[in-house]
């Protein structure tokens, strides 16, 4: 994950503190430098309170803009559509997790787009489901989840080429 990610994931509450150090250290490697991104970096106590402040500061003497929430759902959203497409994640774990940033925002019009993304796991749901499997059959279900996931992929891939 790197530093825009991270802070995407801060801005909307769902960053864990244990990643911090990770991404400060990815940060000095890519070559940012600051004091704070230093200090964030061979951070041992690993607690938001402690954390969640010196990033902030790093954000700010790195001089990197923070998101709106929006902004920080699409980067997000960006992320995890990488992480399907490079099979980090599976397309239903993917889309999940995109849901999962989706709906910490209050205000969604300007990223309804990724609805999508709750569709195609639903239809995942739905044809795992056991009288779905009776009624049309196993065989025709597990042919069903896999089209859905080669269509999660397909929206993961939109999103990247969309520059949204």
Not at 20 to 38: F, N, Q, W, Y
Not at 40 to 67: R, V, W
Not at 81 to 99: D, F, V
Request: net charge negative; glycine share 4%; proline share 2%.
């Amino acid at each position: 994950m790197n530093i825009k990610e991270a802070i995407a994931y801060w801005k909307l509450d769902m960053l864990g503190s244990e990643e911090i150090p990770k991404v400060a250290v990815s940060a000095l490697e890519s070559g940012m430098d600051s004091e704070c991104l230093r200090e964030l970096a061979s951070e041992t106590e690993l607690e938001m309170s402690n954390l969640g402040p010196l990033f902030k500061q790093c954000i700010k003497s790195l001089k990197i803009n923070i998101p709106t929430e929006q902004e920080a759902v699409y980067e997000i959203a960006r992320y995890l559509s990488k992480k399907i497409i490079s099979k980090e994640l599976t397309p239903y774990e993917g889309a999940e997790k995109i849901l999962d940033a989706y709906y910490q925002v209050d205000n969604t019009d300007e990223i309804d787009s990724l609805l999508v993304f709750s569709g195609l796991t639903s239809q995942i749901n739905d044809f795992g489901d056991k009288v779905n499997i009776d009624f049309y059959g196993q065989e025709h279900c597990l042919r069903v989840q896999k089209e859905t996931e080669q269509e999660i992929i397909k929206e993961a891939n939109n999103l990247l080429n969309d520059g949204k």
